[in-house]
């Protein structure tokens, strides 16, 4: 049982938790933004904190650095791209959030869904944008 | 020491998301993410990885707080009951 | 009710992981699966000699797993074309909402002071993506950095003024210069040596060989920093703009 050695996985997996609770429960959509947020760096702390090594040192060759005592840097070039592209999402969920209040004017799922047959409000709505 | 001063930081983490979920006020939500990304950079650069942590700290700082500002400003502020 | 089933839920979801953490190899150990194999050793100690960059990090992302950072600036070119699918690019020309002029209400200080500091600040950007294969940093980071410069001066001054620093027919054909670069440096692989990004240049000496790899992916470097930086501020100004039409600007 390792439980208290491998801390930092148990962090992950409560991070992971957090978010997951949020988009499940919060019913404002940018608070299930920001909880699908904390899953994704959740998911990518443990990814990282596998390829730990006790006393590495940065996968960088400055100064007669040796590779053997180095941290793997195959996940962290994975990450990276996860990083990118988490970045994306979050811009383009924030773009429909805003294009969903000028149609509807809340951001509540609860009365969201239970609008959705009636008509959308014309309060904000023109001729349809450029 | 090392230890310690992963335990610190990954109590913080904890606390910060707690508290990013729990707040009524979308503004200040936002605001404690972005303390939540700065303390994942810090904990980035002791996993021994520079490259990510300098992508983490512009990013989650300076682009998704930002764009999540700019959201709210566009909508409304407080959290509906 | 919703509150509770989703708790218990979480809670058996979050016993199932920790039982799982808790069989997993130690953290940190030399003899973990995933440090002792040999794709980590032989990435660690020909990285300076094959890809010519002293991090290894950026010698795995351009060279040894470039179709990944390939997919990677593809991904976030269609966010942008998504994005601007919905909301719309700001007017050409001259900006017709008055609302778009108007600036946060902010002191001298603020002002001055930002106006000081975003030239420092793109400098850096520069520094950090020309320095990507020599220390920590890289292309995304530097674009991400430039970026982060434009809101701040957006947000200060107002996105009339912003517009006019960067405007319409500078940011046109500089979005998708990440793809585009990715494709020709790999088109100039096929050309010149082998398969589809190697870094080759067509008929060259040989011993010029790690000079052509080395500026090479300074030259990939540098088309995702400018990609990801427009792409950023256009996904911005998107975002930011009033769609009234209420002035008309002289």
Known sequence: MRLLHNYQYVAAMLLFCIGLYTIIVRRNIIKKLIGLNIMETAVFFFYISLGYLDGGIAPIRVGGADPSRMVNPIPQALILTGIVVAVSVTALALALVILLYRQYGTLDVDRLFRDEEKEPESGTERGGTA | ?81 | ?250
């Open chain 3, 1 to 250: 009710m919703k509150s509770v089933v989703s708790l218990l839920f979480i809670a058996a979801l979050l016993g199932l992981l920790l039982y799982v953490v808790a069989y997993m190899p130690p953290m940190g150990d030399p003899e973990n699966p995933t440090n002792s194999s040999d794709v980590t050793t032989r990435y660690l100690e020909k990285a300076e000699e094959e890809t010519h960059t002293v991090n290894a990090i950026t010698g795995i992302i351009l060279n040894y797993r470039g179709y990944d950072t390939m997919g990677e600036v593809s991904v976030i070119f269609c966010a942008l074309a998504a994005v601007l699918a919905v909301l719309g690019r700001e007017k050409r020309g001259k900006i017709y909402a008055y609302a778009d002029r108007s600036r946060v209400p902010s002191s001298v200080i603020v002002r001055t002071m930002v106006a000081f500091l975003v030239p420092f600040i793109i400098l850096f950007s520069i520094y950090t993506i020309l320095h990507g294969e020599l220390s920590p940093g890289g292309g995304f980071q530097g674009g991400a950095i430039i970026g982060a410069s434009m809101i701040i001066f957006t947000t200060i001054f107002g996105l009339y003024e912003s517009s006019e620093r960067i405007p319409q027919k500078l940011r046109f054909p500089l979005e998708g210069s990440a793809f585009i670069t990715f494709f020709v440096v790999g088109v100039l692989g096929l050309v010149g040596g082998g398969n589809f990004l190697t870094y080759a240049w067509p008929n060259i000496a040989t011993d010029l060989q790690p000079a052509v790899v080395l500026w090479l992916t300074i030259l990939v470097e540098i088309g995702i920093g400018v990609g990801g930086a427009m792409v950023l501020i256009s996904i911005l100004f998107s975002m930011i703009r009033e769609e009234e039409e209420i002035a008309v600007a002289p």
């Open chain 2, 1 to 81: 020491m090392g230890t310690a001063l992963n335990l610190i930081f990954i109590v913080l983490m904890v606390a910060t998301a707690l508290l990013a979920v729990f707040a009524r006020d979308l503004l200040a939500a936002v605001i404690i993410f972005s303390v939540y990304s700065l303390i994942m950079a810090l904990m980035w650069q002791r996993l021994q990885a520079p490259d990510l942590a300098l992508t983490e700290a512009a990013v989650g700082a300076g682009v998704t707080t930002v764009l999540f500002v700019v959201a709210i400003f566009k909508t409304r502020r407080r959290e509906e009951e």
